[in-house]
């Protein structure tokens, strides 16, 4: 039995094979989808505007010589501007002569569209700024010390006019980063934009991940600021003490020189009678939590 298996399975494999080749000799009639490529173009000129990046063919030939387009992964529909440059509106009828892969055995029923409009644009470059596309969520009790950090924060970009001139900036690729609790220094990828070729690639990526604490002040003089020559105002009490929340790291290089309270006459005079909350400025990735006494007493003197 098992000597008939090898046997019936080669006429079996013969059988779909001729099969195969008597139906692929026949004639059809298929659709058939490329990119448009523009050719001969001038030194230093790029593709800008075109108006359709693909080209749909309604072709008759062999079955043989349709399997190989269908199967042609590299095809492309070359549309030669003779090495023009600006607005050109090519009838794309007389560029299939251009397309070797359709050799005279193909039959070409219908293009569309049958015109392409294209701007053929000197290249030129600009720098421009580079920003982050960051998803971050961090470990509970963790935060952001500084600045996200980019270098290069700033790069070349090439391309046509038409297309720079709408450009102020590049995004990194998408970044989704889950339950940070330590600093970050990576390499990230820009983001593609087609016909856009960088001075770089790619850029460092920086984030100061810390733990977030809080830290007590106590005895920061609270300064007085825009009192008239003629006037005094004194505070009750002078001194506060506040709470301030940020990285560990950070607050632990903290004194009270980084912290600045002050109250305005002017805000004074135009609340006069009820208790005075006090300014205050803090250094950035940090936060106040709490201000003891949250408002001050006060009297005006007159000279």
């Known amino acids: 039995m098992k000597k008939k298996i090898i046997p019936i399975s080669l006429i079996i494999l013969f059988s779909i094979v001729l099969w195969g080749s008597v139906s692929l000799s026949g004639e059809y009639i298929a659709t058939i989808n490329v990119p448009i490529e523009l050719v001969d173009l001038p030194n230093n000129y790029t593709t800008g505007y075109i108006s359709n990046k693909d080209v749909y063919m309604r072709v008759k030939s062999k079955g043989w010589e349709i399997a190989k387009i269908l199967l042609g992964t590299e095809n492309k529909f070359d549309v030669s501007v003779h090495r023009k440059m600006g607005k050109r509106k090519i009838d794309l009828k007389d560029e299939i002569q251009n397309n070797g892969w359709l050799t005279s055995s193909v039959q070409v029923l219908e293009i569309v569209p049958s015109q392409v409009e294209c ?32 270098s290069p924060s700033v790069v070349k970009i090439y391309g046509p006019y038409s297309v ?11 970044m989704e980063l889950l339950e940070v609790n330590e600093p970050i220094d990576t ?50 009490p002078s001194k ?15 004194t009270n020189d980084s912290i600045k309270a002050y109250v305005d006459f002017w805000t004074v005079m135009r609340n006069e009678g009820e208790p005075i909350e006090p300014t205050i400025e803090y250094p950035s990735y940090s936060s106040l939590v709490d201000i003891k006494p949250r408002k001050l007493e006060y009297v005006i003197k007159q000279y």
Do not use: H, W
């Open 164 to 174: 720079l001139q709408n450009i102020d900036t590049v995004e990194t690729e998408y």
């Open 187 to 236: 390499e990230i990828k820009l983001k593609e934009i087609e016909g856009i070729s960088y001075s770089s690639n790619t850029c460092n990526l920086q984030m100061d991940v810390q733990k977030i604490v809080d830290r007590s002040f106590e005895d920061i003089v609270v300064d007085i600021r825009n009192v008239p020559t003629s006037k005094e105002l004194i505070l009750y």
């Open 240 to 254: 506060i003490s506040v709470v301030i929340k940020g990285g560990i790291n950070n607050l632990g290089r903290l």
């Open 119 to 150: 701007d053929v644009d000197k290249i030129v470059s600009k720098n421009v700024a580079v920003t982050y596309n960051l998803d971050v969520k961090y470990k509970e009790g963790y935060g952001l010390a500084s600045d996200i950090i980019l």
